[in-house]
């Protein structure tokens, strides 16, 4: 049985995709608002609470799916200490927990999830690491691979250089969407219209490098166009990363 902690986007993804587990069900979800709680809970017919001091440490184990910043307060506050727990962060040491719980380790789903969409069938690699070995470690591995096929063993520095590059690889990229969402809009002209060159980029990448898949004015060395594109910025801080990415393209280039 699983005690999960947190009713976030991942938490939530971790409800879904044991929805129907028979090894793994979630009995208990805690969130400090408890409608957050009762909302991953009905997933599962599992208790909600709001009291962290109401955790069934009797269960297998605890899956912790919280903001970075919120374990340190969150862990001293636990009832008692827990057979078996892991955190699902890129970045925080899975030592934090080595106070409140017997065997522990992480779980990192390397992957952007939305709550209020359906995630059950998304791809999701899964970054494992422990500090523990025997049953303990397959039962992590036996939680992993109902969670996903795509389960890998990381070390703690792997994980954080892989959250880092997840970061420049989807969430500075979205934030370009963004950018282009907005320059389109401005012209009354649809974000769809880029959905199929959008595709295709993905597509490339999986089929060559990036430095080898990369297009566009900087890499041919079009000054005239980056010039004209520059000038049509009206912001001055698009307009200073539109000329250090273009920099950075045509270094590569050079290299």
Same mark, same amino acid.
């Given at each position: 049985m699983v005690t999960l902690v947190g009713a976030g986007n991942v938490?939530?993804?971790?409800?879904?995709?044991?929805? &129907?587990?028979?090894?793994?069900? %979630?009995t208990q979800v805690y969130s400090r608002h408890i409608e957050n709680a009762r909302r991953i809970a009905s997933l599962s017919d599992a208790q909600a609470i709001d009291d962290v001091r109401q955790l069934d440490v009797d269960n297998r184990l605890v899956v912790f799916a919280l903001a970075d +910043?919120?374990?340190?307060?969150?862990?001293?506050? *636990?009832? !008692?200490?827990?057979p078996a727990a892991f955190i699902t962060s890129g970045t925080v040491s899975c030592r934090c927990l080595k106070d409140y719980a017997d065997a522990y380790g992480v779980i990192y789903p390397l992957q952007t999830f939305t709550k209020s969409q359906n995630m059950r069938a998304l791809e999701v690699p899964l970054c494992l690491e422990s500090d523990f070995s025997g049953d303990r470690k397959e039962q992590m591995w036996a939680l992993a691979r109902d969670l996903s096929p795509l389960c890998y063993e990381v070390s703690e520095e792997q994980r954080g250089r892989m959250h880092l590059a997840a970061v420049f690889a989807c969430n500075f990229s979205n934030k370009m969407y963004d950018i282009a969402y907005n320059l389109l809009k401005e012209k009354n002209?649809?974000?769809?219209?880029? *959905?199929?060159?959008?595709?295709?980029?993905?597509?490339?990448? !999986? $089929?060559?490098?990036?430095? $080898?898949?990369?297009?566009?004015?900087? #890499?041919?060395? &079009? #000054? +005239? %166009?980056?010039?004209?594109?520059?000038s049509e910025l009206e912001d001055?801080? *698009?307009? &200073?990363?539109?000329? @250090? %990415? !273009?920099? @950075?393209?045509?270094?590569?280039?050079?290299?």
């Open positions: 938490a939530t993804w971790i409800a879904q995709r044991l929805q &129907d587990s028979q090894r793994f069900p %979630v +910043n919120a374990y340190a307060e969150l862990l001293p506050r *636990l009832p !008692s200490r827990i002209l649809p974000f769809e219209i880029l *959905l199929p060159l959008l595709r295709r980029t993905v597509e490339k990448v !999986s $089929e060559i490098t990036p430095a $080898e898949a990369q297009t566009g004015p900087a #890499v041919r060395g &079009d #000054v +005239n %166009v980056m010039k004209t594109q520059w001055e801080r *698009l307009r &200073d990363l539109y000329k @250090m %990415v !273009s920099e @950075m393209i045509m270094e590569r280039k050079c290299m």
